[in-house]
């Protein structure tokens, strides 16, 4: 059974481009969310993924954006990119939204030169 | 922005001693949850507490709840080098919209464990 996947593992970008990150959730899993986490914090909560709609949402401007698919894997994408960019962007997966465990994928280092 | 605050920042103890971490939080929860991290890879689900819970074991985690006081305690007993990582509190608030209950979790700052062999 394989768990949550991610790729690529790590991204170099330049300021100004633009980024897209992908998902897999773990098998028998509907709901994924994105969060952020710069060096030394904490995650901090992006977007979650629901039927294929933006469910929640956190403090994260409109060039954060994504998107979900038939099959609930998804993608996130970053316009515009800053260098307050550069972050490990983690996905977790879950069933049906629930407050319960999310399964969390090793996630993708993103730098931003 | 963090919901809760983790104390200590920093904890280096030896290889079979006891190690306590304390989260608190601001608002009220469905749950509290515990993660671990290894060198800035992915979050590892340790245990979960839900509000009606005080305390839960699991191995040789053991993991309680105060919601009076909005505070949560990780004991790890008989640590290892092997549990030299990041510990996370997560909390998690339910939203009812729709018919159906969305859930996120909300980090603190985490505390860096160190365990010397």
């Known amino acids: 059974d394989a768990g949550v996947t991610q790729s690529p593992t790590h991204l170099i970008k330049t300021r100004g481009q633009q980024v897209t990150l992908r998902c897999s959730p773990k098998s028998g899993h509907d709901t994924v969310s994105w969060y952020q986490q710069a060096l030394g914090q904490g995650p901090q909560f992006i977007f979650q993924?629901?039927?294929?709609?933006?469910?929640q949402r956190g403090n994260f401007p409109d060039r954060f954006s994504g998107h979900q698919f038939p099959n609930y894997s998804s993608e996130l994408n970053v316009n515009a990119l800053l260098l307050g960019d550069s972050a490990l962007y983690l996905c977790a997966s879950s069933r049906q939204a629930y407050t319960d465990t999310q399964y969390f994928g090793p996630g993708t280092r993103l730098t931003v030169l | 922005s963090q919901q809760g605050e983790e104390d200590p920042q920093a904890l280096s103890i030896q290889e079979g001693e006891n190690a306590t971490m304390n989260c608190s939080y601001k608002?009220?929860?469905?749950?509290l949850q515990w993660y671990r991290q290894n060198s800035g890879r992915g979050l590892v689900h340790l245990i979960l507490?839900?509000?009606?819970?005080r305390e839960k074991h699991s191995g040789r985690l053991r993991v309680t709840l105060d919601t009076s006081k909005k505070s949560s305690s990780l004991l790890i007993t008989a640590s290892r080098a092997a549990d030299t990582a990041s510990y996370f509190c997560?909390?998690?608030?339910?939203?009812?919209?729709?018919?159906?209950?969305?859930?996120?979790?909300?980090f603190g700052q985490g505390t860096i464990l160190t365990v010397h062999p």
């Open positions: 993924y629901y039927e294929e709609e933006e469910r």
């Open positions: 608002t009220s929860i469905n749950n």
């Open positions: 507490i839900r509000s009606n819970e």
């Open positions: 997560a909390t998690a608030k339910a939203i009812n919209a729709g018919g159906t209950s969305y859930g996120k979790l909300t």
